[in-house]
């Protein structure tokens, strides 16, 4: 039988855990993969917390060590960025105009920022924080007394203001919408971590919309908001992101609502293609409905899984989705889906200086997810575990 060809587009957690899932089942087909960046695939949560806060040095945030790649026969291609699909000469095109052939294809492209939309967005000081070079550039302007505001108010923009404000800066953080990190779907969650911040020092300001970016010789002087100028030296734009599938607008695989449609062995309607991490638009195993999520652990599950399937084992995904951050000294874990839920019931305390409390997420009369906070020194590992098993049943814990 001649060997499988391998093409993995994307130089992501999703890709590398790819490679992992192939040579699990196929030690000797050849894989190439095409990465965007000039790095090997990191980890990104550290980007908006440890390594931001100078915490580890580059070879932490790998995924596997630079020898690992020759040694699972894999060709790495830096630099290099995908153009189009063609499904019919089972090829992809590079910028270059070089065609790759493949027998099997992984599309793990992630995604990027959502831009900010408002006059001044281009001055000097305003940044995105996606990649290793945007946290390098992040880290030479976060100093001791800075003046700094986030915009968005979800786990990256907290994310960024928490570990700014430990390094020393000014910090205020604005959200356009009545909540943080609306996905919670619940104005006590969002409250708490309002307060949260706000007791470290961070101003926090809700329901305040960007309407421009005032300029000084092209440099950031100020954000203004619905008249109000707030006055700033560095703008970190946190307003979520959006999945890189423009490349594939006329490939004639199935999108929808930006992410690539898979079935549940993860293949797209394209012969031998499948997608993973944060394109991937999949059927989630706990709610049963569409989802596309931005997560590290989603990356990993999809990737791993992916590469399995695209060397024969013709598995369905099942994972349960899962991501936890950091916040100060407060740990916040997130299973299942938070969204759209029919009823949110709290137990535990949310007050005082020791905060240990649960949130589930009902749909119907079954367990759609969950969210434990509480300080980082205290291990609920038991209880996340007990709350997956829920999941996967559709009931509600005791």
Wanted: net charge negative; with cysteine; glycine share 10%.
């Amino acid at each position: 039988m001649p060997e499988q060809q391998y093409v993995i587009v994307g130089g992501g957690l999703a890709g590398a855990s790819a490679i992992e899932g192939i040579r699990e089942l196929d030690k000797e087909g050849p894989i190439t993969l095409l990465a965007s960046e000039r790095e090997l695939p990191y980890h990104r949560p550290p980007l908006s917390k440890s390594f931001l806060a100078r915490n580890g040095s580059v070879d932490d945030l790998r995924v596997q060590k630079a020898r690992w790649y020759p040694q699972q026969d894999v060709r790495v291609r830096l630099n290099t960025t995908a153009k189009s699909v063609h499904l019919g000469k089972q090829s992809v095109t590079l910028e270059s105009g070089e065609r790759v052939p493949y027998d099997k294809l992984l599309l793990a492209t992630g995604s990027a920022p959502r831009n900010l939309n408002a006059p001044g967005v281009d001055s000097e000081g305003v940044y995105y924080l996606r990649t290793l070079q945007d946290c390098y550039a992040l880290k030479n302007v976060i100093k001791q007394g800075v003046k700094l505001v986030v915009v968005g108010g979800g786990f990256i923009g907290m994310e960024v203001a928490a570990t700014a404000k430990m390094l020393g800066a000014d910090v205020t953080l604005l959200e356009a919408g009545p909540v943080l990190y609306r996905a919670f779907a619940n104005a006590e969650l969002s409250e708490f971590f309002r307060k949260l911040l706000e007791s470290q020092g961070v101003v926090v300001k809700l329901a305040t919309k960007v309407t421009k970016f005032r300029a000084d010789d092209g440099r950031v002087q100020a954000v203004v908001t619905d008249g109000t100028e707030l006055p700033c030296e560095v703008v970190v734009a946190g307003t979520g992101a959006e999945p890189n599938t423009e490349w594939l607008a006329t490939s004639g695989l199935s999108i929808d609502r930006g992410g690539v449609i898979v079935n549940v062995r993860l293949e797209t309607n394209g012969k031998g293609v499948y997608a993973a991490g944060d394109i991937a638009r999949f059927v989630d195993p706990v709610t049963r409905q569409p989802r596309r999520l931005e997560h590290w652990d989603n990356a990993q599950a999809t990737g791993r899984l992916a590469g399995r399937n695209m060397a024969g084992a013709n598995e369905p995904y099942h994972h349960q989705s899962a991501f936890f951050s950091d916040l100060f000294d407060i740990t916040i874990n997130v299973l299942g889906d938070t969204e759209n839920p029919d009823s949110v019931e709290i137990r535990g305390r949310l007050d005082g200086a020791s905060p240990n409390f649960t949130a589930l997420y009902q749909r119907g009369f079954k367990l759609a997810g969950a969210v434990t906070v509480n300080e980082v020194s205290v291990d609920r590992g038991a209880e996340i575990e007990a709350l997956q098993k829920h999941l996967a049943a559709g009931t509600m814990p005791d």
